[in-house]
């Protein structure tokens, strides 16, 4: 849902921008594009009420997002451009933008690239204005009029809902095994999948029972991570190393050195017995099946056949 509300921070910083004298209304057209989107965002045309000497700040235009800061701001003749960085609350975002703008005109650009809630998020915007001149009252809101803005509140909606049913998809927990449960998605704070926490402890409760693979995985998962989903689950880790313990065979018994020691020793000392055992056949076939062996053997029946 992160990807919506910076494809919308985007869009709204459009407007602010305008170099515009006191009073004045300015038509303002935008185009946001951003990779994977279900839709592509149409092209909308706003009309906005500029106040006296309205210049174009990044800084003030972005004083409302707490996440973002603007760098780097430089203005060289009529064009203007900065830096911008959103960290926080699941997103890091970073870009930058440009305006270039006269008394009655001004178009630019503005970038924007990085994660929201682990996924990748590239997005940029195009934006161009005009002075109308008509005189407006710089107290009401911002924009007084527009076109293009239903299509985009109806194409916004859609892609809510259809991310919204692909979240849901993505935190179903059958769709997953019991190791792949054991992950930031359904446990920690900032888990996307914690609504369905409980059912995946149940799935992993039941499995680490059963199942010595499982077992593995979530005793390498919880001392490797500040997160312990036994904890979380309510797992009694005794009953679960006792029940895998009896799982331990000549398979496997490498990997229940710490948690089986009795078992990996007796299934160490049954692999050792067998190589000697293998070492010792494979040796005397070695000394049967030479020439020098064979060359033994017919000097042994000779001397039976001739009695010396």
């Known amino acids: 849902m992160r990807k919506l509300s910076c494809l919308l921070l985007v869009s709204s910083l459009i407007p602010s921008l ?7 209304t300015w038509e303002v057209t935008s185009k946001t594009e951003m990779a994977g989107m279900p839709y592509a965002m149409p092209e909308t045309v706003i009309t906005v009420c500029q106040g006296k000497d309205g210049k174009p700040d990044p800084q003030q235009m972005m004083q409302d997002e707490g996440n973002c800061k603007v760098s780097d701001v430089k203005a060289s003749g009529n064009k203007v451009t900065w830096k911008v960085r959103c960290k926080g609350d699941g997103q890091d ?14 178009q630019g650009s503005m970038q924007m690239s990085g994660t929201a809630d682990g996924e990748k998020v590239d ?13 407006c009252d710089t107290s009401a809101p911002m924009v007084v009029g527009g076109k293009g803005m239903e299509d985009m509140n109806e194409m916004m909606g859609m892609a809510k809902a259809q991310m919204a049913a692909g979240m849901a998809e993505q935190c ?18 900032n888990a996307m ?13 039941k499995d680490v029972m059963k199942k010595p693979e499982v077992y593995l995985a979530l005793v390498k998962h919880d001392d490797t991570s500040d ?8 797992i009694d880790m005794k009953a679960a190393t006792k029940a895998a313990c009896k799982k331990v065979d000549d398979n496997n018994y490498e990997d229940f050195e710490d948690a089986c020691p009795a078992e990996y ?5 049954m692999a050792a017995a067998g190589r000697s055992y293998t070492s010792s056949s494979r040796s005397s076939d070695m000394v049967t099946d030479n020439p020098v062996g064979n060359a033994i053997d017919g000097a042994k029946q000779l001397k039976g056949l001739f009695g010396f």
């Open 172 to 189: 179903e927990v059958g769709r997953y095994e019991a190791e792949q449960l054991m992950s930031n998605q359904f446990f920690g704070p």
């Open 193 to 205: 999948c914690a609504k369905n926490q409980k059912y995946a402890c149940k799935v992993i409760s």
């Open 123 to 135: 997005m940029k915007a195009s934006y161009r204005g005009k002075r109308i001149g008509t005189a």
């Open 93 to 106: 975002m970073k870009g930058g933008g440009e305006i270039t703008h006269s008394k009655s005109s001004y």
């Open 18 to 24: 305008a170099l515009a004298a006191a009073g004045e």
């Open 265 to 269: 020793k007796k299934f160490s000392a």
């Open 227 to 234: 997160i312990s989903i036994a904890a979380a689950c309510k």
